[in-house]
């Protein structure tokens, strides 16, 4: 009973996303190396909810090379950045309550994988916007253009 009642809920989400889901789903991987394995993430406006599952493949614990993906206008990476290291690690770096920051993953660490689902309507097609990852001394390298068209 339960099941056929949730995977009715789930046709009719499928069919309410004028993307597939797939579309809306985006792996990334960051490793000890300080490097994100795309300068580039890519969705269709269409998503109305975005998942992101981010891979730390390196070796190193959180306390020393944690990483996260955070979702912020391009105009305030720096900000977002610099009040996210004051923020520290129990709050996953990103300052709480942060109303320049459309979506924020934990921060993981080595052989660990987190996903980040967050609903777009926020988000405007074709707006500026870039990812990052705001462990201290990251994002001004660990960056890259968040794509929303
Ligand atoms: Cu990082």
Not at 62 to 76: K, P, R, S
């Amino acid at each position: 009973m339960t099941t056929r009642i949730l995977a009715a809920a789930g046709l009719m989400l499928s069919l309410s996303f004028g993307a597939t889901a797939s579309e809306c789903e985006v792996a990334l991987e960051a490793n000890d190396m300080m490097q994100f394995s795309t300068k580039l993430i890519s969705v269709p406006a269409s998503c109305e909810e975005v998942s992101i599952t981010l891979k730390h493949t390196g070796k190193s614990p959180a306390q020393a090379m944690g990483h996260n993906v955070v979702i912020t206008d391009t105009a305030n990476v720096q900000a977002v950045g610099t009040d996210g290291m004051a923020a520290g690690l129990d709050n996953n770096y990103v300052k709480p309550g942060d109303e320049r920051v459309y979506a924020a993953s934990k921060v993981i660490g080595g052989g660990e994988t987190t996903t980040l689902t967050f609903k777009t309507d926020k988000l405007s097609a074709g707006g500026d916007y870039t990812f990052l990852c705001t462990f201290p001394g990251h994002w001004a390298i660990m960056q890259g253009k968040f794509e929303f068209k």
